[in-house]
């Protein structure tokens, strides 16, 4: 037995130095693997939460001046490039809350996540527009019959320029929508492939330097916050309610020092520093309790102006086949108060007689 | 290594063609008897069976019929008492020279100093002195050969089975080599069982040459080469012995 | 004079030739304000780009840290598809094992490696893990294949000769076989290597934080096209950079091959 083994290993020794060396190099490799998967211990509760690159000022601010850290919790940014691989990392629970827009996360619960969103705050309507090339003989959203608009499916923009063309009474087949993401519409709308683009920024800072013209932007739907699933929400109560307060420390900080939200833009995105400053001078920030507020336009209560934009967007989702068509959805328990109001230090909201919404022919 | 006997008792090999086809056979009932030290060659056609019998005495194949023995031993796999030289030389390309020539007794287990000595000695009979660090890839095709038929003897194997060895090289280095064998013989003594289907090259070499039809393979006649050794290609191709046996090989062949 | 014509450094000197005509067309044309920024940036963009880049980095990791997560995720996977693969494909000689493996390994290889981007997403998440798993898969597929065909491309009459010279079957396995299958292996590295770098744009799309490819689709949603260029120009370099560091192994290795190809 013994002899075998010893002329099994030696039978290697004329290969072994060309051969160990390939296993070293290969070795090595598994080495740098390893360490990058390392973790570090955790002190403080974790929260995981995903962002696209947009100019989050008083968040940056928060993290990087760790007023989080100061209220006991850690803030783990994940970027994201696309909306849908957020979306699908909210639902794979690799991230806790996601950062984005009011209708989008409404129409994934209406497609069976159960999502609610926690707090308005930021106004995106005047950093979102249809726009047209500088030499384009459209003038006005009627000049688009029979034209190509580009959008992204699903998003404010589109629920924007169907409300748009209804307003006009224009029908359904009359503009030609094509679904593509931002990139691809600037670079179709400069090629002419499209006559028309609706998207937001920073998407729309390259079509500005372009001359591009501006035919409407949103407005009274187009609001930004923080979306997770119940459960989780249910769970990590005082989690959320430390990352609103965190939230209110950065704005105020922000408010003082603005160039921090630019400085700090910059270090967590790739964003050139003229396009950041364009941004920032456009987008409305709130504290976490805005929603609270029934004279602020993101008031929510059953019969708000926001609610009945959420209703008609839901509405828009089943007519466009983007929602699985099942039933009711309590739309109005979609933004809860609670973490606001905890947020605020508020133990009961403003409360508004419920109206109903009304019907958009 | 020149005290081995090999016999060829009534062997015959069929094959079937394809899938459920007719049976073939190659080889039918051959007798031939390899004594100690002779050198034996097998003249006959193309597709007449003789690398199919070479590779049975190797190892390689079963037959179908029939024993082969080595000194009254049945044989039924490869081993280094049967030490077999290719027409295209099997070389280790990644060892130089050496390593190729060490390589049998090496893994066999034979002491270093006894293997290295032994190298030494080979190398230098089959004229690749100084070539000991040369990879097969920088040498000539002569060359090649020279290297794999050093490496067969180390193993100083019962009988050495040669199949069509010099087939693949020109006509000069062919002589060289059928040279160069001699030598080896009248040196070390071997037992060969030598396959060709050029006559010259036969007449020139062996002691015996067993001549082969085809279709199905089978001995036709067997002669005994009586010229004189050693043998000088000079002196000897030129003569009525050489040119005789020559020709009847040939008639033998023809029809 | 006629080894004029085989000399190989007059080659060297007309590539480098033919680069620097490019190159001095682009400065010209950017000099003179020919380029149109919004298709192809002028030399001026790119080299504020690449000043910006050394000199702050992007989105709050240095160009460097951009660069090495890049290579090491590549490393990474492609380190564990020789470890894993080359036995695998060796074993794949054995024919029970190929019937088995064989159908599965062989209904994944035509797969683009994108489209398994959302279920590697699902399963192994959106940390290393996935993307590794990514760039392993590929190339481990292609090693299989490059180790199998090396074992099968060994000469039957090589391993018979050895058979003659007294060595059993493990000795043929691993003093005979191998050896004789490395060239194969070698040069199936090299490719999978190629594979393996050429997949990281595509696995730095599941939520990748840091690195080229997360740095050229992030770019992109700023339309900071000369970022995009200097990206895709550095994955180039190193693309070209890995290739040669391996083909001078392969060269110090497989000495033996000779001047055959």
Redesign the interface.
């Known amino acids: 037995m013994h002899s075998f083994i010893g002329?099994?290993f030696r039978?290697?020794r004329?290969?072994m130095s060309?051969y160990v060396r390939?296993v070293q190099?290969?070795?090595?490799?598994?080495g740098?693997?390893g360490s990058?998967?390392t973790s570090h211990a955790e002190v403080r509760p974790r929260i995981n939460v995903?962002i696209?690159?947009l100019v989050i000022g008083p968040l940056y601010i928060a993290i990087k001046e760790k007023y989080f850290d100061q209220l006991g919790i850690d803030v783990n940014l994940?970027?994201?490039?696309s909306g849908p691989?957020?979306f699908?990392?909210l639902a794979?629970g690799?991230?806790d809350l996601a950062w984005g827009g009011l209708g989008g996360f409404l129409l994934a619960k209406a497609n069976g996540q159960d999502l609610n969103f926690v707090s308005v705050l930021m106004d995106y309507n005047p950093l979102e527009a249809l726009v047209v090339p500088a030499n384009s003989p459209i003038a006005s959203v009627k000049d688009l019959a029979g034209r190509k608009v580009g959008l992204v499916t699903g998003s404010n923009a589109h629920y924007g320029i169907t409300k748009a063309m209804r307003a006009n009474g224009m029908g359904k087949g009359s503009v030609t929508l094509l679904g593509m993401p931002?990139?691809q519409q600037?670079a179709a709308l400069?090629s002419g492939d499209i006559d028309a683009a609706y998207s937001w920024e920073?998407?729309l800072?390259?079509l500005y330097a372009?001359n591009a013209r501006t035919l409407l932007t949103s407005s009274g739907w187009a609001y930004l916050g923080w979306a997770g699933k119940h459960d989780w929400l249910q769970k990590n109560s005082d989690l959320v309610v430390k990352l609103l307060q965190g939230w209110n420390m950065g704005l105020d900080r922000m408010q003082k020092d603005p160039e921090l939200a630019i400085r700090y833009t910059?270090?967590?995105?790739?964003?050139?520093p003229n396009?950041a400053r364009a941004i920032f001078k456009g987008a409305g920030y709130f504290p976490a309790g805005v929603a609270l507020n029934p004279e602020h336009p993101a008031y929510w209560a059953k019969g708000s102006a926001l609610n009945c934009h959420m209703h008609s967007f839901l509405a828009f989702g089943r007519e466009e086949g983007l929602v699985k068509n099942i039933g009711d959805l309590d739309v109005d328990g979609y933004v809860v108060t609670k973490f606001m109001l905890a947020a605020e230090g508020q133990t009961t909201p403003h409360l508004q007689a419920p109206i109903t919404c009304k019907e958009e022919k | 290594m020149s005290t081995h006997t090999l016999e060829i008792q009534g062997v015959g090999r069929s094959f079937r063609s394809g899938q459920g086809g007719e049976l073939i056979q190659a080889l039918r009932n051959i007798n031939l008897t390899v004594h100690p030290s002779e050198i034996v060659s097998i003249v006959g056609p193309s597709g007449c069976g003789k690398s199919t019998l070479l590779r049975m005495v190797a190892g390689f194949d079963q037959p179908s019929e029939g024993e082969i023995l080595l000194d009254k031993k049945r044989i039924f796999d490869p081993g280094a008492d049967r030490g077999i030289v290719f027409q295209t030389p099997q070389l280790y390309p990644w060892l130089n020279v050496f390593d190729n020539v060490i390589f049998g007794p090496k893994k066999r287990g034979v002491s270093k100093e006894s293997y290295v000595s032994d190298a030494e000695r080979y190398i230098a009979s089959v004229g690749l002195k100084g070539f000991e660090h040369h990879y097969p890839y920088q040498l000539s095709g002569g060359m090649r050969q020279r290297l794999q038929i050093a490496r067969v003897l180390i193993n100083e194997p019962a009988i050495l089975l040669m199949d069509e060895p010099f087939g693949a090289l020109d006509y000069q280095t062919r002589l060289d080599m059928q040279r160069l064998l001699l030598e080896l013989c009248e040196r070390y003594r071997p037992t060969v069982l030598f396959i060709t289907h050029d006559i010259e090259e036969a007449v020139f070499i062996s002691d015996r040459i067993h001549v082969m039809g085809a279709r199905p393979g089978r001995v036709l006649e067997s002669l005994q080469v009586d010229l004189p050794r050693p043998r000088i290609y000079e002196e000897v191709a030129a003569s009525e012995a050489f040119m005789r046996m020559k020709l009847r090989v040939l008639n033998l062949l023809r029809h | 004079m006629n080894t004029i014509s085989a000399n190989p450094w007059r080659y060297r000197l007309i590539s480098v030739t033919a680069v620097g005509v490019v190159l001095g067309a682009w400065i010209l044309l950017s000099i003179t304000s020919q380029l149109d920024p919004n298709k192809f940036p002028p030399v001026q963009a790119i080299w504020s780009a690449l000043d910006e880049l050394l000199s702050r980095g992007y989105s709050g990791h240095s160009f460097l840290e951009q660069v090495g997560a890049s290579v090491k995720r590549a490393m990474a996977g492609f380190g564990l598809a020789v470890l894993i693969g080359v036995p695998v494909g060796i074993g794949l000689g054995n024919r029970s094992l190929n019937a088995v493996a064989g159908p599965f390994l062989t209904f994944m290889r035509p797969i683009p490696p994108i489209a398994l981007i959302p279920l590697f997403t699902f399963y192994f998440g959106i940390g290393e893990t996935s993307k590794v798993a990514l760039i392993f898969m590929t190339s481990f597929l292609y090693m299989t294949v490059s180790a199998a065909s090396g074992v099968k491309s060994v000469p039957q009459d090589l391993i018979l000769a050895s058979r003659s010279l007294g060595l059993n079957s493990r000795q043929i396995f691993f003093s005979v076989i191998i050896p004789a299958a490395s060239a194969h292996i070698l040069t199936g590295m090299r490719i999978a290597l190629t594979l393996a770098w050429a997949l990281v744009v595509a696995a730095e799309l599941i939520a990748a934080q840091v690195g080229l490819g997360f740095m050229i689709m992030d770019a992109t949603t700023f339309y900071r096209i000369p970022i995009v260029f200097i990206g895709i120009l550095t994955i180039g370099l190193i693309g070209l950079l890995l290739d040669s560091l391996l083909l001078i192994v392969e060269k110090r290795v497989l000495h033996w091959r000779g001047r055959q190809s």
Do not use: C
């Open positions: 002329r099994f039978s290697f004329p290969y060309r390939l190099t290969v070795l090595i490799f598994i740098l693997f990058i998967t995903g696209q690159p994940v970027k994201f490039t691989a957020q699908a990392a794979g690799q991230i931002p990139p600037i400069n920073p998407f800072t390259p372009n910059l270090e967590f995105t790739g964003m050139d396009q």
